[in-house]
């Protein structure tokens, strides 16, 4: 990790600790747990809070092209330095919250979500608006992966069923400061042919 890119993570920390959520940017080690599932094959992948990129660029090289991202960051100096290391991206400086209201694809597309977000410092109104974003530009089998600072999932249950998904941790990796949780959220799988002997 670039020193530049601890100082601007810190300095952002400074000015809005509960936007940010973190005094340094995630490290190799997390970045490597929250892509491990993701490849050339996924398609279209969305990230939320990107920051400096220690997600992004472990997506290319995960063999994701960086044609196919598109990065949804708020603070506008992590998304003026995004813009100059993946120039081929789509960066969007906007707030996740509007992911709701907004037609980024042409439907359903994205393979993939990867979001740093600090959710447990983001209000159940505003969690539920972005969660409900996401899925509504994740097409069927994708998935959102995100980390916690700590063990628990930072969704609550009952946010959960409201918008049919399930969670499966991950991993949890002791090489980041703080140590993190990844976990992943999808759809809940429901039946598509009848059977009988669960009628």
């Known amino acids: 990790m670039p020193a530049s890119d601890a100082l601007s993570f810190l300095v952002a920390w400074t000015v809005a600790p509960f936007r940010v959520g973190s005094v340094t940017p995630s490290s190799s080690s997390l970045a490597a747990l929250m892509t491990r599932d993701i490849g050339p094959g ?3 992948v969305l990230e939320l809070g990107p920051g400096t990129g220690p997600f992004t660029r ?12 598109t990065l949804i960051e708020s603070d506008a100096d992590f998304a003026a330095l995004l813009k100059r290391r993946f120039p081929a991206a789509r960066i969007l400086g906007m707030d996740a919250v509007g992911l709701r209201h907004l037609s980024l694809f042409q439907g359903p597309v994205v393979g993939a979500a990867v979001s740093g977000l600090p ?3 983001i209000s159940p109104r505003k ?7 996401v899925f509504a530009n994740l097409r069927p089998g994708g998935a959102l992966y995100q980390f916690t600072l700590g063990r628990r999932c930072p969704f609550d249950q009952s946010l959960l069923d409201r918008l049919d998904l399930e969670v499966t941790r991950v991993g949890h990796t002791f090489r980041n400061f703080p140590p993190a949780t990844v976990y992943r959220i999808a759809r809940i799988k429901t039946l598509s042919t009848y059977d009988w002997r669960f009628a």
Do not use: H, K, Y
């Open 58 to 69: 472990a997506l290319l090289s995960r063999g994701v092209n960086e044609e196919d991202l």
């Open 127 to 133: 969690t539920f608006a972005i969660l409900d974003g």
């Open 42 to 44: 996924t398609g279209p």
């Open 119 to 121: 959710f447990r410092l």
